[in-house]
């Protein structure tokens, strides 16, 4: 994914790896030494189908040095388990780190793609001992299974997601903990955080995360922030080039960018 065309533009995202990581993260590579900012986070970090994500608007605009680990489609899973990425975490002044949804992760249900979090591999068997009458071979990314699975049963649905919101508390607190270094905990979405007992739905990201879940990380953070963007923002995405044009349903748009370096910036400033 070295360049996207969208219409007359083209992106070039100069693709880079940091250490034996096998991870692929937007370009250029930077130096990993002297002050700077990690953010570890996913699709929206990366800035998919974006000039110029938050990371790069904040360090223009605050000349803090920032290192975009953001990765698509990534689940905790994908920076839990890359010793490389977390040594560049712990050489870092502060570490941003993305609200990321609960699905995009391996669990005691199903497995997923240790790099591309967002794909499907198997289902264990407590999966389909509860789903028995589900064809799992079916099903390649986690997001249409677990569509399909809460549309056959929301209760049988139910019980499983409650048991992955633990383990992504769980997950997100070992992470936090292997930093090593000051963290910021960043929200980016169309609402807040639901209340804990709100309906279950797969229509917002990031996916099965509610405010309680959020609370039991914050005192391991130094600071938590939190952006809501106008719902007409989220779904478009664009290009920011020579015009916004609506490109990329589901992912936030240039003015997102800005509404999220606007509200780190400072917070960065205070801790740098």
């Not at 389909?128 to 799992?136: K, Q």
Request: proline share 8%; glycine share 6%.
């Amino acid at each position: 994914m070295a360049y996207e065309r969208l219409g007359d533009v083209a992106l070039d995202y100069a693709p880079c790896h940091y250490g034996a990581s096998k991870l692929v993260f937007r370009g250029p590579p930077r130096q990993l030494d002297g002050a700077y900012v990690a953010v570890l986070g996913g699709t929206e970090t990366y800035g998919r189908f974006i000039a110029r994500p938050y990371p790069a608007l904040i360090e223009a605009a605050a000349g803090v040095q920032m290192v975009n680990l953001g990765c698509v489609n990534a689940g905790v899973d994908a920076f839990l388990n890359d010793p490389d990425v977390l040594a560049a975490c712990r050489r870092a002044r502060v570490t941003v780190v993305q609200v990321l949804g609960a699905q995009n992760m391996s669990n005691r249900y199903y497995s997923v793609h240790p790099r591309r979090n967002d794909r499907f591999l198997r289902a264990a068997p407590p999966m389909r001992a509860l789903f028995r009458e589900v064809d799992f071979t079916e099903f390649s990314f986690v997001r249409h299974m677990l569509s399909s699975l809460q549309a056959l049963s929301p209760e049988r649905f139910a019980l499983m997601a409650a048991e992955v919101q633990g383990v992504w508390v769980a997950r997100m607190n070992m992470l936090l903990a292997r930093l090593e270094t000051r963290a910021v905990l960043l929200w980016i979405g169309d609402r807040p955080p639901p209340e804990p007992g709100a309906a279950l739905t797969l229509d917002h990201d990031p996916l099965l995360i509610d405010r309680d879940m959020v609370a039991a990380l914050r005192p391991r953070v130094a600071a938590y922030v939190e952006v809501v963007a106008a719902a007409e923002a989220m779904p478009r995405g664009a290009v920011a080039l020579a015009a916004e044009e609506s490109v990329a349903p589901g992912l936030p748009g240039p003015g997102v960018h800005d509404q999220i370096a606007r509200a780190l910036a400072p917070v960065l400033r205070g801790l740098v």
